[in-house]
């Protein structure tokens, strides 16, 4: 039976069973489609051929099927597709009768994948305002097919839940319409603007007076995260990913009928936790292509009902819902903030989280100790001296340009951490995570013949309330030297001995400055850490000032 042979025969019963619940409705009045016609009057739905408009949905979907081979109620029905994925096939299906093709292939893997089709194909289409008008009847026809009684009516109890399904539905797209026309205005506005804007430079070096194209770093940074490896390396450090399970486990309450958000989910493990933990829906949303894999493992785990994985940057995606309960990410990088992955998670934040809603982590912890390893520093020095009996000392001055991530030797760091910032991240502030200077004073617990350079590491706390303090989180983890190792290892900054005052340091004697942390300017990812010191020697009544700066790339 066709989709609307379908419609027709549930039009026919719900106008038998009560007209007072859904009043009559029939495919041959026009009165009858009053609840799928768009609430704006004065909008036409343009055919897919582009040459005519229809006052009505009704008019519009028969000659989709018939005059273009596109039957939007039978692909919806199909494939199961719901706000997104109808909005992907209106937008495919225009493209593709545009080509002057007449039934064009709609199998899910040509539309569905990426967000190509999320993008309007034709400016102020009045078909993707109506999504939820599709869906009613779409619900309807297979309400009635699935439930059909053998007297040939509807019981009183199936319109009550026909009613309630409808209701849901046009909550959620009331929503997705009001988000969609807002951002398709924002896009007009920018179109307009630009078009305003004069082109300067327009002979500037580059073929045919074209400007040459800037790189787009955010491309390197997320198809970075495109490959198995490094997931598998975040995966396997226990240190990590216990934490996470753990926190989420133990407080399942946190987590029951709640909606989550995962940002940046990659393989989608913390979405994983989160939906067994009892979670109503979990969005799992990544930039790489790596939230392919993560589609595949949320179905074979048969958790496609609670998780939905959406392919995009946060910042550019309208989510299908309003606001989120709670807000999982794994968005540390090397020295806390590499990456500028938190940038992210805090706008999703102040989009998305509920006032009252969670954050997790709810706490991260930036600090810094001294470093000094004479083995390590001759080593260091005398390999580079003689390779296979090549002098390739100039060498070492990238050594002392750029932070270097390993893994440092408890008895290396001569001193205790100080804290440098505290990231309270259901209140923290995008531009509190650049700072010029933050004051610190580490004391030497033990005698050292020269200060080799500083260590950097970071704490997190996961808290079980937005209203409790670091202090409270029963959940945490170091990734300091004398903790269990994790991926991320420690940040050394070396100190360059040819242009800083080699000193050395009593026990008890104290090395005091300020830390700094700032974005590359044209590498936003990039991250510029500048240190200035001071040592005053008490066994020596002399004072030795530095500052030096370092990359990590």
């Not at 007209?19 to 029939?26: E, I, W």
């Not at 109620?73 to 706000?83: D, V």
């Amino acid at each position: 039976m066709s989709a609307s042979d379908h419609l027709s025969e549930t039009s026919d019963h719900l106008s038998e069973t009560s007209d007072d619940v859904l009043g009559p409705n029939t495919l041959d009045d026009e009165d009858e489609w009053k609840d799928i016609e768009p609430e704006d009057f004065g909008t036409s739905f343009v055919s897919f051929g582009g040459n005519t408009k229809f006052s009505n949905l009704k008019d519009f979907l028969q000659d989709a099927k018939e005059n273009h081979g596109v039957d939007l109620l039978g692909l919806k029905s199909r494939h199961g597709l719901e706000t997104y994925g109808m909005i992907k096939l209106i937008n495919y299906a225009r493209e593709q009768v545009g080509q002057g093709l007449f039934r064009p292939d709609a199998s899910p893997e040509t539309f569905l994948e990426g967000d190509r089709y999320m993008k309007p194909f034709m400016d102020d289409d009045a078909l993707l305002y109506s999504i939820d008008d599709i869906l009613d009847v779409a619900n309807q026809i297979a309400h009635s097919s699935a439930n059909e009684p053998s007297n040939g009516r509807i019981s009183d109890e199936d319109i009550q839940e026909l009613l309630k399904q409808n209701d849901q539905l046009r909550e959620q797209v009331k929503y997705y319409r009001n988000a969609y026309q807002e951002a398709y205005l924002e896009n007009l506005d920018l179109k307009e603007r630009k078009g305003r804007e004069p082109k300067e430079h327009s002979t500037a070096p580059g073929h045919n007076g074209e400007q040459p194209k800037r790189k787009d770093h955010d491309t390197h940074y997320f198809s970075s995260y495109d490959h198995s490896d490094i997931h598998e390396t975040m995966l396997r450090d226990s240190v990590r990913t216990d934490a996470y399970r753990d926190f989420i486990y133990e407080n399942k309450n946190l987590f029951v009928g709640k909606v989550v958000l995962d940002v940046g989910c990659g393989s989608g493990i913390l979405s994983l936790f989160c939906a067994r933990a009892g979670a109503a829906k979990v969005i799992a949303v990544d930039n790489s292509s790596i939230i392919n894999k993560a589609r595949e493992i949320v179905y074979v785990n048969g958790l496609s009902d609670t998780i939905q994985c959406l392919s995009g940057k946060i910042e550019e995606l309208i989510l299908p819902v309003k606001q989120v309960d709670i807000i999982v990410s794994e968005w540390m990088g090397y020295c806390l903030m590499y990456e500028a992955m938190l940038d992210s998670v805090l706008w999703a934040r102040d989009r998305y989280l509920a006032p009252d809603g969670l954050m997790i982590p709810s706490h991260a912890t930036l600090r810094v100790s001294l470093f000094a390893d004479d083995e390590e520093i001759a080593d260091k020095v005398a390999y580079w001296s003689s390779v296979y009996g090549f002098d390739m000392s100039c060498m070492l001055a990238r050594a002392y340009d750029e932070v270097e991530i390993r893994t440092v030797r408890p008895k290396a760091v001569p001193s205790r951490s100080e804290v440098i910032l505290q990231l309270p991240l259901h209140t923290i502030r995008k531009d509190e995570l650049t700072f010029n200077g933050v004051d610190f004073v580490l004391e030497a617990e033990r005698d050292i013949d020269q200060l080799h350079g500083f260590v950097i590491h970071f704490d997190i706390a996961f808290a079980a309330s937005r209203e409790h303090d670091i202090q409270e989180a029963k959940v945490t983890f170091s990734t300091g030297p004398s903790g269990r190792e994790t991926h991320w290892q420690q940040a050394l900054a070396l100190i360059d001995t040819s242009a800083a005052k080699a000193t050395s340091l009593k026990r008890g004697e104290r090395v005091s400055g300020c830390l700094g942390v700032r974005k590359g300017d044209e590498k936003s990812r990039d991250l510029e850490v500048t240190i200035n010191w001071r040592i005053r020697s008490a066994t020596a009544h002399s004072e030795a000032t530095s500052q030096q700066s370092w990359w990590m790339h």
